[in-house]
């Protein structure tokens, strides 16, 4: 059972990672621009991003804005529940049922029972045994049967110790000579509570009486059990020995509907999607060689004069401006851009702004090396901060685990390796310890996986309660809902990474564009799942299995007590036990602290080179294709363009490119004729809708 356990989460998570990334990628088209807005995107908002999934690029559609927000917050509602309900959809469940074998045993008085109730667990092979005085010890008095049902308890009691007694096999009810008479003498059904007293001000009253025979004054019982993976030998017995205790797999129903239900939502999202692309022309933008396409088969969509400029540096803007008197400085002279001193550009009303205008913008060729935190700022800055946290307390609680297990394994050795005879004289508690073995006792107390005996217990959620159920889910899935948003961000970087050096290869190596929307011998269909093969593959297995340690590090256990004696109401109870795992916890903090590093190292990634950082910038792949008129089956190449009027061109070719000339200043062949456009005012450009 507790390898069908290990494995079906397993299983679960590789799915579930699966689910996400089919989810990423309709995000990415969700979110991505199509061919019609790219130009209208960069006049707008000056850059915009390709091959990522970031919301915030909705901002940048033209239209349909609000319908593709709501898409993409169905598509992340639908997700949310498989990050938080996964682990949680099928866990191990116990089930304990009342000790079945009652013994009666006629005592001359109840304080001289106890060392004979220890002489009858050493009689019959137990090695733990409990005196109690509990009110299902007055229902096994009377009938026979160990049974809660019948117990009268009052709403709000806590009798979480009596079901604890559960473990227990076997109840000796033990009673004095005035209660000879009433022991065994009626059914479970005919007790009915009417032996209760509800007031006991009354002199030598007792919870449960009849006739002289009173509850705990004449009756008690002793519960036996052969604790669990006890063993007269010295290896260790992996059954289950006590009590009628029942482990299986258990469906949470709750967690299963919500989870089918958003899943079936996800599923026809994406089917109708797929059905409704059917024989249309592909014009969503995900890979920078769908941008580099479209804007070779359309001059519009190609930005002029800035072929050095690196994404989401500072570029020139024309403005359309209207003096007003409430900002313009009197006296000023006219300005139809209001770039003169006097004028104001800021407010919206009386100036129109165009941020792809084809303005001259040279630049000097300099090889560089910039990393990619420099790029990306905040979400590289985000992402590392949380990684860091996430590793540091993932790192303590590795090691305060480890120094427990070291204290726990020193304790063990310091007892078990004394003489046979000083154990067996000072430290019989031991004995049963020391029969199991090191490797069992330090597994019993610290647990190695989640499930129903290899994990070790931390605490337990309030029992019958709809807020534990929903801590439940909480804890089992907190820490992979955690580690999810950290795969997001994970993907975004990666994506830029992988991009940046698939383009900064193209300077020195000719090859053929990644391309969704175009297909033919001079581009690579090999698009799947927003990256590469080689890069998402070990993403996802990584990804799954981080998943799964982090769901059998922490999770929870749920523990069911069910009596349904003849002649009974049934009852039952249910309650949720936090367990964790010291291997799962260590496993997965090994793999943490790995990807901290990996992700140190990618996120320094450097590429040295004249060629112009792209990092999924629109504009710097439009900026670079005024002289790309065809696609060879050789594919395209990045370099110098030779002279133009004034300055030196570079961009993308199918024929020969030469090297940059550095110090030499790079903007464009028809720059004096670009800005003199650009001069007369804004011009209203037909936007590109690829129909072939």
Known sequence: MEGKNVVIHLVINIAATMILGMSNTYQQLVTSLSTSELRWALSKHEDSRVGTNSPFNINHKKSKRVQAWCQWILLIATSLPVHFLANSVIGPSVYYQPPNNVTFHAVAELGRSQQSSYNHSLEYGFRSYEEVGDRACWVAFRTGIYSITQSTFEKGDDITSELERWEYDTVVVNYTEPC???????????????????????????????????YERDVACALYGRESGYSSSSEPDESDGVGQKMCRLSVR??????????????????????????????TQCLTFGDVIAASALDTNLQIQNECLVNAFDGHRHLVQHTCHPKHCRPGAEPSETGDSIGHCQKCKKFNKPNKAADLVHPSIAI?????????????????????????????????????????????????????????????????????????????????YFGGFDTAAQLGNLRMNSLSSELAAFAISNGAQLLYSVLYILLIYNFTLITMEHDWGKLETVRDRLRCTIVEGEGFKQSYLLQLPKRVLYPMMGFSALMHWLLGQSISTKETIWSDTADGAKPFEASRYDIVYGAYAIWLSTVLMLAQTGICWWAFTYSREGFMPQMYGSIRACCAATTELKSFLKAGVQWGDLGEGEKFRHAGFSSGEVGDIVPAELYCGRGGFEGMQDASAGLKERKIFSMNS
């Not at 685990?401 to 003489?419: D, K, M, Q, R, W």
Request: glycine share 8%; hydrophobic share 45%.
């Open 367 to 447: 090889k560089y090396k910039k990393s990619l935190l420099a790029n990306l700022g905040g979400n590289a800055v985000t992402q590392m901060g949380i990684l860091m946290i996430s590793s540091c307390a993932m790192f303590g609680i590795s090691l305060m685990l480890a120094v427990f297990v070291g204290i726990s394994a020193s304790e063990f050795n310091s007892i078990c390796h004394l003489p046979k005879e000083e154990i067996d004289l000072h430290w019989q508690d031991w004995i049963p310890t020391c029969n199991r073995g090191l490797a069992h006792q330090l597994k019993y107390e610290f647990g």
């Open 253 to 282: 129903m709750s967690a299963a509907i919500i989870l089918a239900g958003c899943l079936t939502i996800k599923a026809v999202y994406m089917i109708t999607i797929m059905l409704r692309a059917r024989r249309k022309i592909k």
């Open 180 to 214: 000879n008479q009433y022991a065994n003498t009626i059914s479970v059904g005919d007790l009915k509570g009417k032996e209760f007293n509800t007031d006991l001000s009354v002199p030598n009253a007792t919870l449960f009486s009849i006739g002289n025979c009173g």
